[in-house]
């Protein structure tokens, strides 16, 4: 029999055991100093052990090992044998970086284990031997895996539940595995399997009784019945602790009763298995050089089943339209215009379906954000309240891999910068906890991601002093609180008076704001002294396609991403403004923005150049206004992006490209490069 090759499934462990850890650390962190909330606890053991069965299955001691000892300080907590204090919970949550970095490192086929790990792992045993003698019953022998590399013979005691079968057990595999350990002798016990007429096909009813003679480690054997974990009373002893008469003492193990505890298989505690979860629906990525990035994704069976349908549909468009086709005359020319329009509803509904695919919940980045406020509020001496809204807002898992990085950058930001000491806040007449916001909501077809606190606000004249000394500006007088809020996005920006590992090295807004321009977004901020800032992240839902504003310029096409679009409109003579050197600017309302010339920036020929003829499309992008113009508009249509990198090369002013209804190619404008540009040479 040919021996599965179990690599193919190592990514999915990876994929799986993150999402553990994830839901590790999200109940740790709402664990309550003194009494244990059973639930919580529960849902941090769980994880553990299937963390802990996984590596073990899959060969990764080194993760089975350091598992294993942790899931022995959650069992103590369990059973109520020890208390949840802020040292426990700071150690398990170090317990969870480090078996987030031991999952990194054997993902890349390198040894998980480091000393940074063994360190903590010391320390997870110094923790254990310390109450050991307060967490056994007195009026049991119970066996504890050595810690060290001791080995023995043992007796083991297998008495299958009923439903071992249809989790997918099998017991002869287990006993090939223990085979492959030592000498092994077993014994059957048939008294429970019923008669023929009622026999259930699908249930257990034996019991085993095995020897496994060897140097055999009592890891090696947990192993083996990891995955049976509440579908089995298990006893193991060492053959020396045997009582006459009797095959195998009752004692726990941590395999058959939840990684080392001391009651019996009687109440197990089940494995999160992969079949509990939506069904995973895989998509191959080019590789990435972030982390966080997945080269997978986890998409529910309703989102399958609406595709399946809609590709039944389909088909069955397409048969009527090839039916038609075949004996097509001009009487049945309303019905091939009927089939037409059907097909074009349901490639319309089918390219929806697909981009749900893609759609996923934002709670996957905000679940980082109790952790990281909570050891930056700590270590700078700050109370923070963090409140999290609109956690299953969905939107591109490629926007959602990116925006992570300028969210945080936007949370270190408040808690450092934005609420103040608790002192400086009573002082102030707030209450001493300060209060960070992060709201997410769909808006007018795009995602809006706020990030708000309750603190002092952005300092108008640390910005102001700041921004003259560089020279960006000469002089505050004229703008307002907002507009001078928008020179911390500048590059380098910081009015930090000391540098620490948190801030005031400059790198940090900017980096947001362009990392936001690059996913076709904008970024903004309002701020108000003494009652805090808001950060307002505005996002397209997906990259791959996007709601564009079609012009003609020259004899080009140029599609606008409507997100940037203000108004359209022909502007009159004396609304124009010329500053020399062929700059113009003109009146919109209460502003004065500069003339963008698509034609000049990319060199069309034959299109208009006197604005009066043209039409200006007034576009917002950086926080900043200008108007394009273009010979006509087109209509509005929705595109799906083409990487000009990929397929030419990066052009200053474009972001992609599209290929029209007519086979034609359409350029996809660069809002936020334009402005950019415009009002850099209008400074100048």
């Known amino acids: 029999m040919s021996q599965v090759d179990l690599s193919q499934f190592h990514q999915t462990f990876f994929d ?28 941090i053991f769980r994880a553990a052990h299937s963390i802990k ?33 802020v040292e426990v919970v700071e150690l398990l949550l170090r317990c969870v970086d480090a078996l987030r970095g031991m999952l990194e490192r054997a993902k890349k086929g390198v040894t998980s284990a480091n000393q940074s790990t063994n360190a903590l792992l010391d320390e997870l045993r110094q923790q254990l031997s310390a109450v050991a003698s307060n967490e056994l019953p007195s009026d049991k022998q119970v066996d504890v895996p050595p810690a ?45 399997v019923p008669a023929l007429d009622v026999l259930d096909p699908e249930q257990c009813y034996i019991a085993w009784d095995i020897n496994l003679a060897g140097k055999v480690k009592r890891q090696q054997i947990d192993a083996v019945f990891d995955w049976a974990d509440g579908d089995c009373e298990l006893t193991i002893a060492r053959q020396s602790s045997a009582i006459p008469g009797n095959s195998a003492i009752e004692c726990s193990t941590p395999t058959a009763n939840a990684g080392g505890s001391t009651s019996t298989g009687s109440d197990p505690v089940p494995i999160v298995r992969a079949s509990e979860k939506p069904t995973a629906l895989r998509v191959e990525n080019a590789p990435s050089a972030a982390a966080a990035e997945s080269g997978s994704i986890r998409v529910s069976i309703d989102k399958v089943d609406a595709l399946i349908n ?12 090839g039916q038609l086709g075949e004996h097509f005359d001009l009487s049945r020319l309303e019905a091939l215009r009927a089939g037409l329009n059907q097909l074009e509803r349901n490639t ?18 905000f679940q980082r954000f109790p952790r990281l406020v909570r050891d930056i509020s700590r270590k700078l001496g700050k109370q923070v309240n963090l409140e999290l809204h609109g956690e299953q807002t969905e939107l591109d898992k490629t926007v959602l891999e990116k925006i992570g990085d300028p969210l945080v950058h936007l949370v270190r930001n408040a808690v450092d910068h934005g609420l103040e000491m608790p002192d400086r806040r009573v002082a102030a007449g707030k209450n001493p906890t300060g209060t960070l916001r992060l709201d997410a909501f769909h808006q007018g077809g795009n995602i809006t991601v706020e990030v708000s606190d309750d603190g002092a606000g952005l300092n108008r004249d640390a910005i102001a002093r700041k921004a003259i000394e560089r020279g960006l500006i000469t002089s505050v007088d004229g ?13 380098g920006f910081s009015t930090a008076e000391a540098t620490t590992d948190l801030s005031g090295r400059g790198v940090g807004m900017d980096v947001v704001r362009r990392n936001v321009n690059e996913l076709g977004g904008t970024v903004g901020v309002q701020t108000k002294a003494g009652a805090g800032s808001v950060f307002t992240i505005t996002l397209p839902l997906t990259l791959a396609i996007i709601d564009g504003l079609t012009a003609a310029v020259g004899g080009e096409s140029y599609i606008v991403p409507l997100v940037s679009v203000v108004e359209s409109l022909q502007i ?12 113009e600017v003109f009146r919109f309302r209460e502003e004065v923005l500069p003339i963008i ?66 086979g034609s190619i359409a350029l996809i404008v660069d809002v936020a490069g334009l402005v950019r540009l415009a009002h850099r040479k209008l400074v100048a």
């Open 597 to 662: 010339p698509l034609h000049a920036a990319f060199g069309c020929q034959g299109a208009v150049s006197d604005p009066c003829d043209g039409i200006v499309i007034v576009v917002e992008g950086d926080g900043a206004r200008a108007g394009l113009l273009v010979d006509a508009l087109l209509g509005q249509q929705q595109a799906v992006i083409k990487s000009l990198e990929t397929n030419y090369k990066r052009v200053q002013g474009l972001s992609g490209a599209t290929i029209l209804g007519d």
């Open 53 to 85: 069965g996984g590596s073990a299955t899959f060969g990764f001691q080194e993760i089975a090992a350091f598992t294993h000892v942790a899931e022995e300080l959650l069992d103590g907590v369990r059973s109520g044998k020890r208390a949840v204090t």
């Open 348 to 365: 319309r509904e089918l390219q929806e379906s697909v981009m749900r695919i893609r759609m996923l919940p934002i709670s996957v980045v």
């Open 148 to 192: 060290s590399d001791e080995t023995s013979d043992w007796v083991i005691g297998f008495r299958a539940k009923p439903g071992l079968l249809r989790s997918g057990n099998d017991p002869l595999r287990m006993f090939r595995e223990l085979a492959d350990l030592g000498e092994l002798d077993i014994c059957a016990h048939v008294d429970g």
């Open 572 to 583: 009159k003579r004396e609304q124009i403004i010329r500053l020399g050197a062929g700059r």
């Open 479 to 491: 703008l307002t609180d907002d507009e001078v809020a928008e020179l911390i996005f500048q590059p």
């Open 16 to 43: 799986e055991s993150l999402e553990g850890l994830d839901a590790m650390e999200s109940a740790l962190l709402k664990l309550d100093t003194g009494a244990a909330d059973s639930e919580l606890v529960n849902t």
């Open 310 to 321: 809609m590709v039944g549909e389909l088909v069955i468009t397409q048969s009527m339209l």
